[in-house]
Structure formats: C-alpha cells, structure tokens
C-alpha cells in the first residue's frame, strides 16, 4: 500500500467515507504499462465527483514500478473542495 495517497474528506451531503474505485483499466502501448482510471465515490450515499482520474504504471524490467501518470491529488483535491448540505 502507498503512503502517498490523498487524504478523501467525508461526503458533503451525508457525511459517509468516501474512496476511490477503479472504473476501468487497459494496457497502455505496451505490455509493460497499465492504466487504471478511477473516480471518488461516498459509500454510504453513492455521491460521485464530477472528474474522473487516470494513474498510469510502467513496470519495468529490473522489477520496479513506475508511475506515469498519476491524478489522484487532482481528482481529491476536487472532491474536497465539494460542498453539500454539510458544508
């Protein structure tokens, strides 16, 4: 598990947890890169953001990963600046 992912506030509708889901996932040119697109879900209200993100990993020879692309601060930010009935 990474230390570096964004930290999610609560849904501003109704307070549930909010994560991030996977969508969908393809190779990217290669066998060695995979792409994963995602979007930030309350799991208690089902509430979504508007923007979805795209983290792209390169695997490379030696074992090593390798990040591309990766918009998850982009994608939390968004959602943390959402307000609701909560705000």
Same mark, same amino acid.
């Given at each position: ?7 999610? /506030?609560? +849904?501003?509708?109704?307070?549930? #947890? ?10 990217? !040119? &290669? ?11 309350? /799991?208690? +209200?089902?509430?979504?953001?508007? #923007? ?10 030696? !074992? &090593? ?19 609701? #009935?909560?705000?």
């Amino acid at each position: 598990m990474c230390d570096d992912t964004p930290r999610l /506030s609560d +849904c501003p509708f109704c307070g549930g #947890k909010a994560r991030f889901m996977i969508t969908g996932h393809n190779d990217v !040119g &290669s066998l060695s890169s995979v792409a994963y697109d995602y979007k930030i879900v309350c /799991s208690k +209200c089902g509430a979504t953001n508007n #923007k979805s993100g795209l983290t792209v990993f390169l695997f490379e020879q030696d !074992g &090593s990963v390798g990040v591309i692309q990766d918009d998850r601060w982009k994608v939390a930010n968004t959602w943390n600046k959402r307000e609701g #009935k909560n705000s």
